[in-house]
């Protein structure tokens, strides 16, 4: 980890890391709530850096299959016979239409 602030001068050796430098404080899940802000933090600071005051997010996934994909899967899984996996297939035909 990159230290980005500098110790303190009258740190001694052997004196505990202050929480931002101790990996593995920041890296457990008990930090995890820090990281997450850290990570909101972050690219808010940039934005305001370069006046940017509005921004559209797109979300996708990468789940949804081509219709042609989602056919043919329905298809295979009508001609095993399986409940289950038909059910699935056909949900991933009807999800298809976002894709």
Not at 3 to 14: A, H, N
Not at 25 to 49: D, V
Request: negative net charge; glycine residues 4%.
């Amino acid at each position: 980890m990159k230290r980005m602030i500098e110790t303190p001068v009258d740190t001694l050796p052997g004196d505990p890391l202050e929480a931002y430098f101790n990996p593995d404080f920041m890296n457990s899940p008990t930090a995890r709530p820090l990281r997450i802000l850290a990570e909101y933090l972050q690219p808010k600071e940039r934005f305001e850096q370069r006046e940017i005051n509005d921004t559209i997010l797109f979300f996708g996934s990468a789940r949804i299959l081509p219709a042609d994909v989602a056919q043919a899967r329905l298809d295979a899984a009508q001609a095993d016979g399986g409940e289950d996996a038909v059910k699935l297939a056909q949900r991933a035909v009807r999800m298809s239409r976002y894709y």
